[in-house]
């Protein structure tokens, strides 16, 4: 029995077919994504170019973190009177104008407070995204659709994080946050000409948007998220470090595993959303479950270099099929709160992000190991997984009740 059974999502028909609409949507996200991951490529040539440590110039990726996260709740409620798709239009609005200035900004200040901005729209465009992409299918297809819109910040750390940083590398860092500005600006089109033309949900409001703070079962999946996906970006934050120095790998052995945790990205993302489909809850307990092996595989097995080629694929392919999952069922438990629950669960992905990180490098310091984030991480996990079963405790017993 799955924790709810009702999904309430419209269903509506994009005006030039369902593939378009889902293309146009996978540009914002790899836009979007490629501008996020991109500045940690960008990082060297950023901080050359303004005189400073790279270090100091690291707090402009912390600045648009913090625009994400805050940033989630407040547009999805100013938003909460629009049509999504003219919502998504304005939110790519901000996004283009935030690189513009990114670009024009003569100092570090300046810079943090564009990339603050920049970040605004993030978790809002995420999440109405999926919304619209999984409101152009049927029920039976709507985890499988999440999963797709989601694949373009996958294909942002493949292909567009390299190539921004390949970019930056020749042509300068600012060039490359113009190529992604344009980017939106042609994602913005293609929406305007592709995206359904909805209607304002009805008897939508920034109160009705705020219920989803009211409701249990929102929080305890948005807590889930905040909590399971911290391991990833615990072991993700020590990778290239562990690698090179317990694993011993040279620098172009480095670079190929990391295509490979990119290439796992991807896959988990696709095979997370047909599991959903089929059930949502055995998509996050079988996600949540296999995290904890494979993390304690990475701490057991990060001297070896041909036992953590597979481990480097499976870490983030099990954790990342978590995501379709997750947002489908705040889907079916938001009521009329759908914007900003789907917003905020990109906040607790950069939550999840930041407690990952933390207590990679509180384990590292205390000298347990660049290995230590595996085992860290798969608990993680463990506390997701936990979350997670609570909620459908919860769930059954208000069902029978």
Known sequence: MEATDSLTVERVRPPHGVEPAMYALMLGTFAIGTGEFGMMGLLP????????????????????????VIGAPIMAILGARLARRTLLMWLLVLFVLGNVGTILA???LTTE??????????????GVSALVGASMVERARRGRAVSR??????????????LSTYAANHLGWRFAYGTIA????VCLASLWFFAPRDKPTAGGSALSELGAFRRPQVLLTLLTSAIGFGGLFGIYTFLTTGLAQVTHLPVWAVATYQVVWGLGMMAGNSVGGAIADRSVDRAVILSLGLSVVVMLG?????????????????????????????????????????TL?????HSAFNIANAIGAWLGAMLVGLEFGLGSVGWGGALLSAGGLIIYLITIWLARKEASV
């Open 113 to 126: 407070i564009m990339r603050f901005i920049t970040g605004l729209p993030h978790g809002a465009f995420f």
């Open 45 to 68: 040539e950023f901080a050359q170019s303004l005189g400073i440590s790279i270090a100091k110039a690291s707090t402009v990726i912390s600045a648009y973190a913090m625009g994400v």
């Open 341 to 345: 629950a789907a917003s905020l669960n």
């Open 149 to 162: 819109v989601m694949s373009g910040i996958m294909f942002s750390t493949v292909l567009g994080s390299p």
């Open 182 to 185: 344009l980017l939106g600006a």
């Open 298 to 338: 990475y701490w057991l097995f990060l001297p070896s270099a041909l036992a953590m080629l597979p481990l480097v694929f499976l870490v983030p392919a099990v954790l990342i099929g978590l995501s379709p999952a997750l947002q489908t069922r705040l889907m079916e438990v938001a009521g009329d709160a759908q």
């Open 106 to 108: 003569p100092d570090l």
